[in-house]
Structures are given as structure tokens and as C-alpha cells.
């Protein structure tokens, strides 16, 4: 089966300007996940969707950072405006139907998209 | 904050020995994973653990859960260079958090 897609692979943007990304998980899964991660750390959760509805955007900056499943299939996530600081690598991943909680299933990871903030 | 630490940061073995990581945490969990990451590459699933288990195998690795001390443990035995990769655990409760991972480099 075809893997998590996420696109672009890099972006280079000057700070105050915006960015989107997007991904399109595993055909049939419920659960989608975007992840920041920053250079020599561990991803952070920044959102997590079951079907089109959030699960859990605790960690998002919602006053810069926004993200979207309309039809409960592919996402995107948008900075607007980017800082310096949001130079990391955003990872995608989806998990299938879920059981015993929404937390626990194996993610499966997309190659992530690196993004550059000058 | 991070949910999980992981020590080491770094380990540097040859090829052939033995290499075990560790991670501790913070709250209670449903489960423990374990990931690997290829340099500029996504996150790869290797094993889960669930909270009742308290040790899991799979191939070259073996994960061991303590619950009462919060923490875990990855072995990879007879390693080979392709291993070398970072490597995270991951604590699903309710919150799903990933450690700061350790870098693993496997000389041949």
C-alpha cells in the first residue's frame, strides 16, 4: 500500500511570510497527526485528528499555526505568520481505525517536509 | 515538556555488539513504542508494548516496559551498520509524547 505523502519535501520562506503544507495518509485511516520537529529533538505533537474532527491541538500556537481535514482525508497546516524559530521539519503520519484510545496505534510517518525560515 | 528521556543521548558501538537505550517518563501510559529515524527521514515503527507487558520481542530487538519505574529499555543485538539511525520512544496516555531520542552509530 502506498505510504503517507507529504509535499513539498523543502520550503525556504523570510520570516512574516506564510506557508502550507500538505498530506494525504494511508488510504482508510482515520487518525492524522501533524508533528514539529526541531533540529536534534524529538517530534511534538501538534495536532491530532480523528476522521475531520481534533482529538487533541493542545501544543498548537493557534495564533500563528492553523491546520485542516475537511473531508476527513488529506490536511494541510499553515503558518501564518512564520517566525525564525518555526524552522524544523514538519512531520506528517496516520494511524488506522483506533482502539483502546485515541493515542494508542502505530503512526506511520510521511518523510516530513523541512522548512527554512530566514 | 517532552513526556520521555532518553539516555544516552549518543552511543557509538562496532558492529556485532550490543546496544541498548533507555527511556523514562512521567506519567502512566496505555503503551510504549518505539520508533526509528533515518537521517532526514520520516519515523519508522519498530515494536509497542502495552502497560500489562512487561517485556516484548521482535527479531534482533527486545523492549522491556517497568511500569513501577517508569521507564524502558530497547536492545538490539548483533548490530550491523544499517542500524544506525536515531531512535525514540513514544508513551501513548492521554497525551501522545515522543523522547528526546538517542543517536545510535554502528561502525563497521
Known amino acids: 500500500e502506498a505510504g503517507v505523502a507529504q509535499s513539498p519535501r523543502y520550503k525556504i520562506i523570510e520570516k512574516r511570510q506564510s506557508v502550507a503544507f500538505w498530506c494525504n495518509p494511508i488510504s482508510g485511516h482515520a487518525t492524522l497527526y501533524w508533528y514539529q520537529q526541531i533540529l536534534g529533538q524529538g517530534p511534538k505533537l501538534l495536532i491530532q485528528?480523528?476522521?475531520?474532527?481534533?482529538?487533541?491541538d493542545s501544543q498548537l500556537p493557534k495564533d500563528r499555526f492553523s491546520a485542516e481535514r475537511l473531508k476527513g482525508v488529506d490536511s494541510t497546516l499553515k503558518i501564518q505568520p512564520a517566525k525564525l524559530e518555526d524552522s524544523a521539519v514538519y512531520l506528517c503520519a496516520s494511524s488506522p481505525r483506533t482502539s483502546g484510545g485515541a493515542r494508542s496505534d502505530t503512526q506511520y510517518f510521511g518523510p516530513g517536509t523541512r522548512l527554512t525560515v530566514l | 515538556s517532552q513526556q520521555g528521556e532518553e539516555d544516552p543521548q549518543a552511543l557509538s558501538i562496532q558492529e556485532g555488539e550490543n546496544a541498548t537505550m533507555n527511556c523514562s517518563y512521567k506519567?502512566?501510559?496505555?503503551?510504549l513504542q518505539w520508533y526509528r529515524q533515518n537521517s532526514g527521514r520520516g519515523l519508522v515503527h519498530l515494536i509497542l508494548?502495552?502497560?500489562?507487558?512487561r517485556e516484548k520481542h521482535s527479531g534482533r530487538l527486545r523492549v522491556t516496559l517497568d511500569t513501577s519505574k517508569k521507564s524502558s529499555s530497547l536492545l538490539i543485538t548483533a548490530s550491523r551498520a544499517a542500524d544506525t539511525a536515531s531512535y525514540f520512544c513514544a508513551t501513548a496516555g492521554n497525551q501522545f509524547y515522543f523522547g528526546t531520542g538517542t543517536s545510535l552509530t554502528v561502525i563497521p
Open positions: 508494548i502495552r502497560s500489562n507487558e
Open positions: 506519567t502512566s501510559i496505555n503503551n
Open positions: 485528528f480523528q476522521n475531520n474532527g481534533v482529538v487533541d
